[in-house]
């Protein structure tokens, strides 16, 4: 089955690229096309993507809101892909706090764009952990603190959320440990539950406001 994929972006040349980028792959499909935030729930529940690629800034409704919003309303949402100019962009960081599982670059090359889509789509490693580690340093508030601290890690479930703050995927994390894929699968799943986090994306900036894992 292909990855399916819902373009959100108010550009249509942005649009227009991404489509042409994607379709290019035996293994991505893009379904669908919105040109505002404003339009991406009912385009979600009738399209039933894997990915929204998600414009960060459109006139109406930003991609802040839209992810907010298509969390908190969609059963079984889709994975969530933010588009931006500007990796270091505030806007990025709270898209991510909101809940969004990654972002790209409208320059990136077309091979970065492809894996972007992959990566965030198979959900077991983190998209640009370098730059998630910057934009915590430059926009983190210390908001996780207290939920990181009250969560109960044991030290086997504190090892695998270090390690995916490295950007390691699961396969590499059982690697490094000498552990079986499926035992890290279980370490994450439960070190995603203690924390109250949907994906690896918001476990890790929680690692990070909270000073569990220092982001310089």
Known sequence: MPVTVLLVDDEPLVRAGLRAVLEAQPDIEVVG???????????????????????????????????????????DPPKILVV??????????????AGADGFLLKRARP???VNAVRLVAEGDSLLFPAAVRALAAEYGNGAARTALAEAGLTDR????LRLMARGLSNAEIAAKLIVGS????????????????????????????SGFVAPG
């Open 157 to 160: 479930e504190a090892a695998v």
């Open 111 to 113: 091979a970065e764009i």
């Open 33 to 75: 096309e919105a040109a505002d935030g404003a339009a991406v729930i009912p385009l979600v529940r009738q399209l039933r993507p894997d990915v929204v690629a998600m414009d960060v800034r459109m006139p109406l409704l930003d991609g802040i809101e839209a992810t907010r919003a298509v969390l908190r309303t969609v059963e």
């Open 84 to 97: 931006t100019t500007f990796e270091n962009d505030e806007y990025v960081y709270e898209a991510l706090r």
């Open 182 to 209: 499926e035992t890290v699968k279980t370490h994450v799943s439960a070190v995603l539950a203690k924390l109250g986090a949907r994906d690896r994306t918001q476990a890790v900036i929680a690692a990070y406001e």
